[in-house]
């Protein structure tokens, strides 16, 4: 199977006084506002880190719901939040860890199956395999 989606930026100007737009394929952005104030210095506006972060957090959950499945368990709710940590270094900026932070409530879960579900989709999930940063994760489950 191979399934392809796109998007589209946008970009008028320099980097400090330019703006930008982002779309989607699906349309769930339209002409979204992004650009250097946007991702550094916490006006309003989108920025690649938000994007990738809910990519990541999205695709996990949705990894995590299928091995919990495989496992005979089914969760009555996972909520995870994703931080991307963004830093610059002597070669400019690199995306180097992500965090996922995850609570889960499944009922009649077994801690060491729970575990082991979350690892493989911390591990499997296809942002995960994506990424060359520390991805680290804190899981709390309530049955």
């Not at 392809?4 to 930026?9: G, I, L, R, S, V």
């Not at 801690?111 to 591990?123: D, G, I, L, Y």
Request: charged share 20%; with cysteine; hydrophobic share 40%.
């Amino acid at each position: 199977m191979l399934i392809t989606k796109h998007a589209t930026a946008h970009w008028q100007g320099g980097l400090r006084d330019g703006r930008g737009s982002l779309s989607t394929e699906s349309g769930a952005l339209r002409d979204t506002p992004y650009g250097f104030r946007s991702r550094f210095e916490g006006q309003p506006g989108s920025n690649p880190e938000e994007l990738l972060a809910a990519a990541h957090a999205g695709c996990f959950t949705m990894a995590l719901a299928m091995q919990l499945g495989l496992a005979g368990m089914s969760a009555e709710s996972l909520e995870t939040r994703a931080e991307v940590t963004l830093e610059q270094d002597e070669g400019g900026f690199t995306i180097s860890a992500v965090h996922l932070a995850l609570r889960a409530h499944v009922p009649g879960a077994e801690r060491a199956a729970f575990e082991s579900a979350v690892e493989a989709a911390k591990t499997g999930c296809p942002v995960s395999r994506l990424l060359d940063a520390e991805i680290t994760l804190e899981a709390s489950l309530q049955n």
